[in-house]
């Protein structure tokens, strides 16, 4: 039986359409895809996301030893600030992307897809050297608070001044009187909050947000929503853009890798990989032919199989089918031109610049 979020019977009362994701029991939409995507876009969204999983180190030298798990460097951001970063193998292929939030050189918190939790945590667990890893993901709730009218909302539940907390930095407050961690993070594009608190407190604070949130335009979005937002900018899904058979330079995030930090788990393989050039990179593109690129698709080169589509879909936002995807270096500069076989037709697109959407 698929798990439940401490959310689910509210996605029920709100009707939602309920799909087994990662094996977990989750809204893919409440109305309609392009209607909560819209919302996400012009108002406010809400996002159940307690699915994902928290890994928290604690003690002295947490910092070293989380810092040697991931290839990004928290011995250069601040107290209450995070960043994104690869959890990589000795290969330099991702185990999981994740979030890692730096309460303190002696508290350090990890986000980790839903996909990955007990995968991650074995990881963590068998790599970790100094502080053991601590498997919160079952005692922590997390609702998204997106859109440009986000801030607004969040800051009529707070008293926190919202307005100090910069992107990708974090605050620990109450939330509409539930003690949250407030995190200016996100998956779609636009300003907002990932709010985490204690799953017994989750339905109180959803359906605060909701309440206060009727005048701003608030919806409840799904993982439809979800998907195609972070599409139109091309941030990478575990499992479709970035997996455990391609390198972070490969997937175009060498900017969350730190080859001049100490060791870290994959960076032998990288700075080899750097050295010598990667083979293939992750693009984006737009058809110029009908159709919609999907997850799986091969992409041909003079009718020769080159590359894979990883995600694709019609922008909600752009108008337009676009797809992500490896290929050739050779054909991944903006401009390239190839096909992509759908449904045994060979239907042309071009590379892009990305993200695909930018505010207007």
């Known amino acids: 039986m698929a798990r439940q979020t401490p959310l689910n019977e509210a996605h029920r009362k709100l009707g939602a359409r309920m799909v087994d994701f990662a094996g977990w029991d989750m809204p893919v939409q409440y109305t309609s895809i392009i209607g909560e995507h819209e919302a996400v876009r012009t108002a406010v969204g809400l996002f159940d996301v307690s699915h994902m999983g928290e890994v928290e180190f604690t003690g002295p030298g947490a910092l070293e030893t989380v810092n040697a798990l991931i290839s990004n460097d928290l011995a250069r951001i601040a107290d209450g600030q995070a960043v994104y970063a690869g959890l990589l193998d000795e290969r330099g292929t991702f185990v999981d992307d994740v979030v890692a939030y730096r309460f303190s050189p002696e508290r350090i918190l990890l986000c980790v897809n839903s996909s990955n939790r007990e995968k991650d945590f074995a990881w963590m667990k068998t790599h970790a050297r100094g502080v053991t890893p601590v498997d919160r993901g079952d005692d922590y709730a997390q609702i998204a608070v997106q859109g440009p009218k986000a801030a607004g909302l969040v800051q009529r539940l707070t008293k926190t001044d919202v307005s100090r907390i910069g992107t990708y930095r974090f605050a620990e407050g109450e939330v509409a009187g539930v003690p949250s961690i407030i995190s200016r993070t996100g998956y779609t594009g636009e300003d907002g909050f990932e709010l985490y608190c204690a799953a017994k407190d989750a339905v109180a604070l959803w359906d605060a947000l909701l309440t206060e949130g009727q005048q701003d335009g608030v919806k409840p979005c799904g993982l439809g929503a979800r998907d195609s937002l972070r ?130």
């Open 231 to 360: 599409t139109e900018m091309k941030y990478a899904l575990y499992g479709n853009d970035i997996d455990d058979q391609h390198t972070a330079l490969e997937a175009g995030l060498g900017w969350i890798v730190k080859l001049d930090k100490a060791d870290f788990i994959g960076k032998e393989a990288l700075a080899a990989q750097k050295a010598a050039g990667v083979k293939r990179k992750l693009v984006g593109f737009e058809l110029t032919g009908s159709g919609i690129p999907r997850h799986g698709y091969a992409i041909l080169k003079d009718g020769a199989r080159v590359g894979e589509v990883t995600s694709g879909t019609m922008g909600p936002s752009v108008k337009k089918a676009i797809g992500i995807g490896y290929v050739p270096v050779a054909l991944s500069a903006e401009g390239s031109t190839f096909d992509v076989d759908i449904r045994g037709r060979a239907v042309p697109a071009v590379v892009v610049k990305t993200p695909f959407y930018k505010k207007p």
